[in-house]
């Protein structure tokens, strides 16, 4: 599989500032990465595609200029969430794709859970 | 139509019994599946993929698959209770990477 970490585990912020996390994959130059977001008892959302050095697919719905995604590198993704609001208060969880078993499998980081006030 | 279904529980199944864990999906063109186990308050973590017709074996998991049905379900043999968990099933989209996640199921083994 393939190693992913997210940084921080869980941010707490004031209305208004914006947050970044950050999806490292650790042992797999990865091209492409995911960004979801869950609410709870509910299942995993899809927000954007990621693909390194050109710009994010949103999916229909997310606000491309509140949640800015940066792939810069093939082991780096970042997700801003802009002038957040308490609504935006979820688990974000980062993927990327492929790894030395299987081109097309999504291996997860451990997610990031933002609570805004 | 949801694009992948699954029953969302809870199922509850004694210590030792066989888990059964089901999932459709819609997009007949659809090559790979996969299933995930997520802990509450953790992220998904990859059990087993399958792309072929039949069954495929890892351990105490089997993933089967049938195309024809539409079909792909988990069976999780001699549960137990750390197998209590929110079992998701994805669907790879038709010429696209990303994946379609049913709504899980969520298994609870009593001891």
């Known amino acids: 599989g393939a190693v992913v970490s997210q940084h921080p585990s869980w941010v707490i912020c004031k209305s208004g500032t914006s947050v970044k996390i950050e999806c490292r994959s650790l042992d797999f130059q990865a091209t492409t990465m995911f960004w979801y977001r869950q609410f709870p008892k509910q299942s995993l959302m899809l927000m954007a595609t990621s693909n390194e050095g050109s710009k994010a697919t949103y999916e229909q719905g997310v606000e491309k200029d509140k949640f800015l995604i940066n792939h810069a590198s093939l082991t780096l993704s970042t997700l801003t969430v802009t002038s957040a609001h308490p609504e935006d208060s979820s688990f974000y969880i980062c993927?990327?794709?492929?790894?030395?078993?299987?081109?097309?499998?999504?291996?997860f980081g451990p997610g990031t859970r933002l609570t805004v006030l | 139509q949801k694009e992948v279904e699954q029953n969302s529980g809870p199922l509850s199944v004694p210590e030792g019994a066989i888990a059964s864990l089901n999932c459709t999906y819609s997009?007949?063109?659809?090559?790979?599946f996969f299933w995930y186990r997520q802990y509450s308050g953790k992220s998904p973590e990859l059990i087993m993929f399958i792309y072929s017709n039949g069954d495929k074996e890892d351990g105490r998991f089997t993933a089967q698959l049938n195309k024809a049905s539409q079909y792909v379900s988990l069976l999780i043999r001699d549960s137990q209770p750390s197998d209590s968990a929110t079992y998701l099933c994805?669907?790879?989209?038709?010429?696209?990477?990303?994946?379609?996640f049913g709504q899980g199921t969520r298994l609870t083994i009593n001891p």
């Open positions: 994805a669907v790879k989209v038709q010429g696209a990477q990303k994946l379609v």
């Open positions: 993927s990327v794709l492929g790894g030395v078993t299987s081109t097309d499998t999504q291996y």
């Open positions: 997009d007949r063109g659809s090559q790979s």
